[in-house]
């Protein structure tokens, strides 16, 4: 009985629905034409005047800001709450999970909008520091799943013996917990920084005057019309993200 190619000839179809939208937006990016109806010839010229932008890069300098500082902030409260969550268990500590898991499940348009109300609510002016706490918001629980992950197969019998010999908490912290869960919180922190850079939704909420970061550039010039430029850009951020991707799946994969 000869097997049906339909599964093979879907998932084909489902790869090409997927990927060559974005092979076409790289393959632009060397275009010379200038809205890419057709092609006119190879060229470098896009990515020479993407270098000369200067708001281009004052956006890629907040973006960079906002991602390694929420990165930073959300791996220490991310990875103290996943060992929380995996040491005590208490009636509590059901309330503790659903609060670190609901930013993973809750549409980014409400969690923007709710930011929002909020920090007017407080009056706390918007710009880089409410994209840096909604950042944060987000990120946290991400870094904390994936420690929870590495958490399920760790055994704790090597603190405890530490504990015995003499070591105190921090020598304990820095020296054993740490680096055996290293791979979890790296992994963690790689997802969260890809996540801060790539998110559009939140930012655009929550940012001020002169906050602009790249996703909301990005925005800015679809409007403006400038096609190639776009596609210069998206092309890098493609790479710097599948890179970003890759480094925290092999990480992932040292974990198991």
């Known amino acids: 009985m000869r097997r049906s190619r339909l599964p093979i000839v879907v998932t084909v179809l489902v790869l090409l629905f997927f990927y060559l939208p974005v092979f076409v937006l790289v393959v632009n990016s060397f275009n010379a034409a200038r809205f890419g109806g057709g092609w006119e ?39 103290t709450a996943a060992l929380a969550l995996h040491r005590y268990q208490s009636r509590l500590q ?39 706490l909604a950042h944060v918001t987000f990120c946290i629980s991400y870094v904390a799943m994936v420690v929870l992950g ?24 820095w020296r054993i917990l740490i680096p055996l869960l290293s791979p979890g919180i790296i992994s963690g922190a790689l997802l969260a920084f890809t996540l801060s850079i ?17 996703p909301i550039r990005i925005y800015s010039m679809i409007k403006h019309g400038s096609p190639p430029l776009i596609n210069a850009l998206s092309s890098i951020l493609l790479v710097v993200t599948f890179l970003a991707v890759l480094i925290s799946q092999n990480f992932m994969e040292d974990e198991q």
Do not use: C
């Open 41 to 79: 010839g190879f060229t470098l010229s896009w990515y020479a005047k993407l270098f000369h932008h200067r708001e281009i890069w004052g956006s890629v300098r907040n973006t960079l800001f906002i991602a390694v500082s929420a990165t930073a902030l959300s791996v220490v409260i991310g990875t």
């Open 94 to 132: 059901k309330y503790h999970y659903l609060l670190i898991y609901t930013p993973l499940v809750i549409p980014e348009i409400l969690m923007g909008i709710g930011l929002l109300l909020f920090f007017v609510a407080i009056g706390l002016p918007l710009g880089l520091f409410t994209i840096f």
């Open 150 to 173: 590495r958490l399920q197969n760790f055994d704790f019998s090597v603190v405890e013996a530490a504990l015995d010999l003499g070591a105190d908490l921090p020598t304990v912290a």
């Open 198 to 214: 790539d998110d559009f939704v939140i930012s655009f909420f929550v940012a001020g005057p002169g906050s602009t970061t790249l």
